[in-house]
């Protein structure tokens, strides 16, 4: 860095400046550099050495060009200095003419060939320059026609005219080329040397690659010209155009012109020196210069004959592709034939137009059409016969026909209720009261029920029901209340015969329903027949269609105590008051009964006549529910003329078990699906029966509501009837499996007869619950509801093995009893019930029985010769007779049916004793006698009918079984 001696601070150095002390850093002079020393930031001028030069302000010297003769012989120069001969390790050597120093020893010798002497020295000849010999002082320029391109050289070489080369100056370093559109100038003497190019003149064209360096003249005949010198190429003609031929002495085609009016030459024509005439005769032409092609006459216009121009087609003719005339389709225009409706009244048109419709063609130069007068037409349909005037003449309107407007194509028909004018050029209304028919106006008849209040039509109007009409072209009037339309006339009903008609416009007299009568003026009491008829006064009736109700009968006991009345009341248990509108008889009064299983508040049974049934609902808080109702009978007693409350029927109203029961019989329904029963393993199979049993336990255990006990309603049994019956079959199920059920395990087999046996047991105790219900109830429940019941214990009784524990609850004993089938005279039952068999035939067995009954009052069962494996047995309490279906018959035995051979007697008795169930299995013949106790306190009341045993024996499934039933005195 130099120091800035105003500034007193150090500044970047510049090129050629060296250090010194003081602050000031001066350049180096001429002949020296400026160098840095060693291990130091400095810089001192240094001398430049031989060889090399400096002008000053550098940091390094310069070398002398040698080649250009230039040395420095010492140090310091500031500049090279100039050889006049030859420079030699920075020396310098003079040399003669032609000489020069350039052998190592430095002596002058002549120069060689391709060099010359120049200040002492031997200097290469350059480009275009050679030297032939040595010891020459100067080189010798190349002729007109050569060319040398390297230095040094000893002779010049040809520029060849066949190749395209030439050279017109003397020293060429090159051959030149010959343009496109010029041809090569050879040498007089050498004929092969190029020693220039020559412009093709116009007509003709050069080039090197079609030509080879030569003008060629342009073939007017192929299309070809050319109107500029020095051009490559010719240009062809374009359509439109021709080329003029050139005479022998021009240099080529040099002229085109256009093709004249009248005349084409397209892009594809073989001749380039004419053009074609356009053919009229095909409808070609050409109105323009230098046109391809002809154009085609429009339609409308036609070709002059010089095909230079088209001429519209005059009004009266046309010309065009459908249209034309033969054998000049497009030199001239058709005439339009008017007497075919044809014409024109523009000119220039391609074919002549249509007359149109209500039109016709008014002469024969098919100019002009005129309209078609009023009263007259012309059209497609309707026009003369005659040729001549089918589109010349309109044609008059007739018949039945008529036009008002000018220029129409047809007649218009007449309306239907109008008729034409004379001169057909309008329709004309018929009057209002009359109506059109066949042109002609004929009247209405009011008689008939008709009318017509508007003129102008072909119909009679027709008078509707509950009209009258009275002139032909009036309205017809509405018939007013209480009276009706007949024969088109308005009749007044008739009071006598009970009609009536309250509304307008009715065609029928009403008859008075029956419990009404005609209603009746207030000032003068005459029916009115217009009024709706009011209902029979209490004490009166009516059976319709009558003027006044008739009065009630208190002889005859007739009364009626309500309004609106179609007969009268029988007052068969009291009296008829005066005027027969009450009947002071017996009835029950007002009771309110608990039904806690149904409801906490109480049934209201309101005052009912004797006779009657009242009905209520079973939900006080819904009573529009139509199912659930209770029904209860207020009976009459005849003999004691009282009357009572009968038992309530609560048998359609639900309770809080009601849905249970409903979920139950849907478990044993999927149960006995064949697809669900396939698909459960056995201990699935046990537990859903397990469930079952514990759901029913659920729905019959005791319960109590406010301290009292809850039994089953009538509804309640009726659904549990339904739940036994598909529980009958739930208990068969692990029966119907037996492939499963010889591959179970012990254990297996353990947990599927616990789980059967309970169910069997819940369905005893729900036997108990049903009995328990009260006769009450159970006198409410359908008979084959109880039958369902009975057939769920007889099914019970039948899937219990011999093996099986009594099932016994208090109202029922279940056993299979196991017996030898033998054809001898005896069978002897096996295991511990009852008594063994003997050979006295009156040894008899004890059956089970429910729990509180005496073992000793058990029934017994004696068997004669017969033939069983065992025996299914059902004993019912006595308490349980209400569950049973009522008798289908009440008979005396001595008024009983005699049966037929192999037949039992038909006799049905309410018994006061236990009831058993028999089913014999396997059983071929039945002989056997049953001895029960009975109750006979209670037989008095009724009326000392005789008591008897109630028998239930289940029929057998197999076909042959002949059933034999022996009743002896001594069994009853």
């Keep these: 860095m130099c120091p800035d001696a105003e500034k007193r601070e150090c500044v970047a150095r510049v090129e050629g400046q060296f250090f010194r002390e003081g602050w000031d850093c001066p350049f180096c002079p001429p002949g020296t550099f400026a160098q840095k020393e060693t291990n130091a930031n400095a810089y001192k001028c240094e001398p430049c050495p031989k060889g090399k030069y400096s002008p000053g302000k550098k940091d390094s010297c ?181 080329v003029v031929k050139p005479t022998e002495s021009e240099s080529g085609a040099t002229v085109v012109a256009q093709c004249p009016e009248g005349k084409h030459r397209s892009e594809s024509a073989k001749k380039f020196t004419e053009c074609t005439t356009c053919d009229r005769t095909v409808g070609n032409y050409q109105n323009e210069k230098g046109q391809a092609n002809c154009k085609t006459v429009k339609e409308g216009s036609y070709v002059d004959e010089s095909a230079k121009k088209t001429i519209p087609c005059e009004k009266g003719h046309a010309r065009g592709d459908s249209f034309f005339k033969e054998g000049a389709r497009y030199t001239e225009c058709r005439k339009c034939n008017w007497k075919m409706g044809k014409y024109q009244d523009e000119s220039g048109r391609a074919k002549c137009k249509d007359v149109s419709e209500g039109h016709v063609v008014a002469s024969e130069d098919a100019v002009v059409i005129t309209a078609c007068d009023k009263g007259t037409a012309r059209g497609k349909d309707f026009y003369f016969d005659d040729k001549e005037k089918k589109f010349t003449k309109c044609r008059p309107c007739d018949g039945d026909s008529y036009q008002e407007n000018p220029g129409k194509g047809t007649c218009n028909n007449v309306p239907p209720g109008q008729k034409p004018n004379a001169d057909r ?93 005609l209603a009746r003026d207030g000032k003068d009491g005459k029916a009115l027949v217009n009024k709706k008829p009011v209902k029979c006064k209490r004490g009166y009736y009516s059976k319709g269609s009558a003027e006044r109700c008739s009065k009630c009968d208190r002889d005859k006991k007739e009364y009626q105590n309500e309004r609106g009345a179609t007969y009268c009341k029988i007052c068969a248990r009291g009296k008829v008051l005066s005027g027969a509108t009450e009947c002071k008889g017996l009835g029950c009064e007002e009771e309110k009964l608990h039904k806690l299983e149904l409801r906490e508040e109480a049934f209201v049974f309101s005052k009912t006549a004797a006779g009657e049934t009242l009905i209520i609902p079973c939900d006080a808080n819904n009573t529009n529910n139509i199912a659930d109702k209770v029904y209860r009978d207020c009976i ?164 219990m093995a011999g093996d099986d524990q009594p099932i016994v609850t208090s109202t029922l004993a279940v056993q299979t009893l196991k017996m030898k089938s033998t054809s001898s005279t005896k069978t002897a039952p096996v295991g511990d019930t009852g008594s063994a068999g003997t050979e006295d035939e009156n040894e008899s067995i004890a059956l089970p029985v429910p729990e509180g009954m005496e073992k000793s009052d058990a029934p017994k069962l004696s068997m004669g010769d017969m033939e069983t494996s ?62 029960m106790k009975t109750n006979t306190s209670g037989d008095k009341n009724y009326k000392n009918k005789k008591t008897g045993a109630h028998l239930q024996l289940f029929e057998h499934n197999d076909e042959q079984v002949e059933q034999q039933r022996v009743h002896d005195k001594d069994y009853w």
Aim: hydrophobic share 25%; proline share 5%.
């Design 870 to 931: 065992g025996a299914s047995v059902a004993v019912f309490s006595e308490g349980t007779k209400d569950m049973f279906p009522d008798p289908t018959s009440a008979v005396d035995e001595d008024d009983a049916e005699q049966p037929t051979e192999n037949e039992a007697p038909k006799v049905n008795r309410t018994l006061n004793s236990a009831i058993v169930s028999l089913d014999f299995k396997g059983a071929k013949k039945v002989k056997f006698n049953l001895v």
């Design 425 to 517: 050029t309008r329709a004309e209304d018929c009057p209002a009261g009359t109506r059109e028919v066949s042109r002609k106006c004929k009247p209405c008849l009011p008689t008939a029920g008709e009318y017509q209040d508007k003129s102008g039509k072909n119909y009679c109007e027709r008078v509707e029901p509950g009209y009258e009409a009275k002139e032909a072209d009036k309205k017809p009037s509405i018939c007013p209340p209480g009276t009706v339309s007949k024969n088109y006339k308005c009749e007044a009903c008739i009071a006598a015969n009970g009609e009536y008609q309250d509304k307008e416009k009715e065609s029928f007299c009403k008859a008075v329903n029956p419990g009404y009568e």
């Design 636 to 799: 009459y007693d005849e003999e004691k003329f009282e009357a009572r409350w009968g038992v309530p029927n609560y048998g359609a109203c639900p309770t809080a078990k009601t849905e249970k029961l409903n979920e139950l019989k849907k478990q044993t329904d999927i149960l006995q699906s064949k697809e669900k029963l396939e698909s459960m393993s056995e201990t699935e199979l046990a537990n859903s029966m397990k469930s079952l049993s514990t759901g029913m336990e659920d729905i019959i255990k005791d319960e109590e509501v406010n301290g009292t006990a809850v039994q089953l309603t009538s509804r309640d049994v009726k659904d549990v009837a339904g739940t036994l019956n598909s529980i009958k079959s739930v208990i068969e199920l692990p029966n119907t499996k037996p492939e499963d059920n010889a591959k179970l395990t012990d254990t297996e087999k353990k947990e599927m007869k616990e789980a059967t046996t309970a169910l069997k047991k819940t369905m005893a105790k729900t036997i108990d619950k049903v009995a328990a219900s009260g006769e009450d109830t159970l006198a409410t429940v359908p008979d084959d509801e109880k039958a369902s019941i009975i057939q769920s214990v007889e099914a019970l009784a039948n899937s």
């Design 62 to 242: 310069k070398v002398c060009d040698i080649s250009k003769q230039k040395y420095t012989p010492a140090e310091g120069f500031a500049e090279c200095l100039t050889c006049g001969g030859h420079v030699t390790e920075n020396k310098c050597s003079a040399c003669p003419e032609g000489q020069g120093i350039f052998s190592k020893d430095g002596n002058c010798e002549p120069c060689p060939a391709g060099k010359y002497s120049k200040s002492g020295a031997c200097v290469v000849c350059p480009k275009g320059q050679y030297t032939d010999a040595p010891g020459k002082s100067k080189c010798i320029e190349c002729l007109v026609g050569q060319y040398q391109d390297a230095e040094g050289q000893t002779s010049c070489k040809d520029c060849l005219a066949d190749d395209g080369k030439y050279s017109k100056e003397i020293g060429a370093d090159k051959c030149l080329d010959v343009d496109f559109g010029f041809e090569i100038e050879k040498d007089d003497d050498h004929n092969k040397r190029g020693v220039g190019q020559r412009q093709c003149p116009a007509g003709k064209h050069g080039n090197k690659d079609q030509t080879k360096w030569v003008c060629v003249r342009c073939d007017a005949s192929e299309g070809f010209y050319q109107v500029l010198p020095g051009q490559k190429s010719c240009l062809k003609v374009k359509a439109g155009f021709f």
